[in-house]
């Protein structure tokens, strides 16, 4: 069965500090993989995602995430963390061939950011 | 861009009343979900639609039923509120076409049962 693990509950970070929140998968075959941020109060957005191709990921506020798939790994990195990030992030893979887009959600780990 | 809208941020109410929750999108996509976020668990799915009138449980589904009349719109109802369904709920949205599989999600809905 999928599964994804976060094995960080919660981090802090000094602001201008690099960021590093881990996700292992386990999966049959290469998933779809994301990573989803959630501030206080409010729904889920997405930061980026990886289908095939490069395995280093771009994503939106200056995020990327590296697919590891000998380590069934798909970290998520920020070189310089702002105060604005702190959040909640979400780790989630994805069964290819589906048509229903079923997601598999990690639990989560919290981001705070000190001054 | 892509909007999902849920009726209500913030609802109260007793236990054993029925309870809706309306989830809206508006970019004609297929499939729709309905999650509940509880500290510590991450977030777990109830139930799921991928056309009209169609219907999956998810893996949590025992207290809970979904009604998808419309494509656009996706309810979630809890037929006898009971204090341990005191949560966020989410619903997303997708669409089946391309290899996009984003979900878009709502902004929650926290329910309180008293």
């Known amino acids: 069965a999928q599964s994804v693990t976060q094995p960080d509950i919660h981090i802090t970070v000094s602001e201008g500090a690099s960021l590093e929140l881990r996700c292992n998968y386990s999966y049959g075959a290469t998933p779809y993989l994301f990573w989803y941020v959630q501030s206080p109060g409010q729904g889920l957005q997405l930061l980026l995602k990886?289908?095939?191709?490069?395995?280093l990921v771009q994503g939106i506020k200056g995020f990327e995430a590296e697919f590891k798939r000998s380590q069934s790994s798909f970290n998520l990195r920020k070189p310089s963390v702002h105060w604005s990030d702190a959040a909640e992030y979400f780790c989630?893979?994805?069964?290819?061939?589906?048509?229903?887009?079923?997601?598999?959600f990690g639990k989560g780990t919290k981001l705070s950011v000190k001054p | 861009d892509v909007k999902v809208t849920q009726s209500s941020r913030y609802l109260v109410k007793r236990t054993g009343e029925k309870v809706f929750l309306e989830c809206v999108q508006d970019?004609?996509?297929?499939?729709m979900f309905w999650y509940r976020q509880d500290p510590g668990l991450g977030l777990r799915l109830i139930y799921f639609s991928y056309d009209v009138k169609m219907k999956e449980k998810g893996d949590i589904p025992e207290g809970y039923s979904v009604s998808r009349e419309k494509k656009e719109r996706f309810s979630l109802i809890l037929e006898s509120a009971s204090t341990n369904q005191t949560s966020m709920y989410l619903c997303a949205s997708l669409t089946q076409g391309g290899f996009s599989y984003e979900q878009y999600f709502g902004p929650g809905t926290r329910l309180t049962v008293t």
């Open positions: 989630a893979v994805g069964a290819r061939g589906g048509s229903q887009g079923n997601l598999i």
């Open positions: 970019m004609d996509h297929e499939n």
């Open positions: 990886y289908f095939s191709g490069d395995t």
